[in-house]
């Protein structure tokens, strides 16, 4: 059986203002496996903060059970708080202090000794290619530099599990990609990512399991392929080497329309979610007519159609 890192149910949470109350989380349930990345995504407004502030013990729930890294949210906040790590959206480095010392006041705060500080510190600023920055202020840092720091500071104390608010806001492609590299190696090494971001994108390329949080409801979740097979507008493009194959196919198969993309006209889309039985029964009726296509793929809608489509947002999402 499969451990979890985070085990939510009923997650509950409300404000009160002049309107009166204001329910943020209405009965979440979550469940994240140890050594994977869980990406919670939602517009404005959400409740995705709010999530990963009572998960981080910042916040209590109004009710609901929570499990963190084995220990219980309600009972047992200080256990929680010694197995995780948060990285904020915005970046908590001193600018003042140079990496390394950065590093060294971190390795104060977790109560290291000095010679184990002085170990951390080397390690991370070699892990997070900072050593020949290390005796240089942070604040000559560049955006990417400075996130690496940020989320180096958060490692000194070897978490098990890292809440990562959007941690990439800002930075350029590069850098933005350096830093997927790097949550792709913490959890090869067994750390568990709970990620939030307003980049879909960053959702598809590193997330196991997504979920989709909307007004305090979660109102999807599975992988990625998954979500997207939840609306319409997935095909299967079949190309083919000349008219009559395609005249054939279309016979055969009773659906789809010549791509108007092609100049050819050479493609037949086929309206399909893109899973496996689908696919297979596909070329199984073209296969006993005898025709077989020159080229096959398959297209299912992006993150941003599932979330335009299931929230009825704009595309960009942010706290």
Do not use: C
Request: charged residues 25%; without cysteine; hydrophobic residues 40%.
């Amino acid at each position: 059986m499969t451990n979890l890192a985070i085990a939510a149910t009923g997650l509950r949470k409300s404000y009160r203002d002049k309107n009166g109350e204001k329910v943020v989380l209405d009965g979440v349930d979550l469940a994240v496996p140890e050594g994977t990345i869980f990406s919670l995504l939602g517009p404005n407004g959400a409740g995705k903060t709010t999530t990963v502030q009572i998960l981080s013990t910042l916040i209590g729930a109004d009710g609901g059970t929570v499990q963190v890294a084995g220990h219980d949210l309600a009972r047992q906040p200080d256990d929680v708080r010694g197995a995780i790590g948060v990285t904020g959206q915005y970046s908590a480095v001193d600018k003042l202090l140079t990496g390394e010392e950065n590093l060294l006041l971190m390795a104060d705060l977790k109560h290291l000794s000095r010679k184990d500080g002085k170990r951390k510190a080397a390690e991370l600023l070699e892990r997070f290619d900072l050593v020949d920055a290390a005796r240089k202020p942070a604040g000559t840092y560049s955006g990417g530099m400075q996130r690496r720091l940020d989320l180096a500071m958060t490692l000194v104390g070897d978490p098990r599990l890292i809440f990562l608010d959007e941690p990439t806001t800002g930075l350029d492609p590069r850098s933005r990609r350096s830093m997927w590299q790097i949550v792709r190696e913490l959890v090869a090494s067994g750390v568990t990512i709970f990620l939030t971001t307003q980049y879909l994108e960053e959702a598809d390329q590193l997330a196991d399991r997504i979920a989709l949080l909307d007004h305090g409801r979660l109102i999807a979740e599975g992988t990625a392929d998954e979500l997207k097979r939840l609306i319409p507008g997935g095909h299967v493009s079949l190309r083919f080497a000349d008219d009559n194959a395609l005249k054939n196919a279309l016979g055969v198969l009773g659906r789809g329309f010549v791509d108007p993309s092609d100049d050819d006209r050479l493609t037949l889309q086929v309206p399909s979610d893109g899973d496996v039985a689908s696919l297979r029964e596909l070329l199984t009726q073209l296969d006993a007519a005898g025709i077989e296509p020159a080229h096959l793929s398959v297209h299912t809608p992006d993150l941003d159609d599932v979330f335009l489509t299931l929230t009825g947002q704009k595309q960009e999402i942010t706290r």
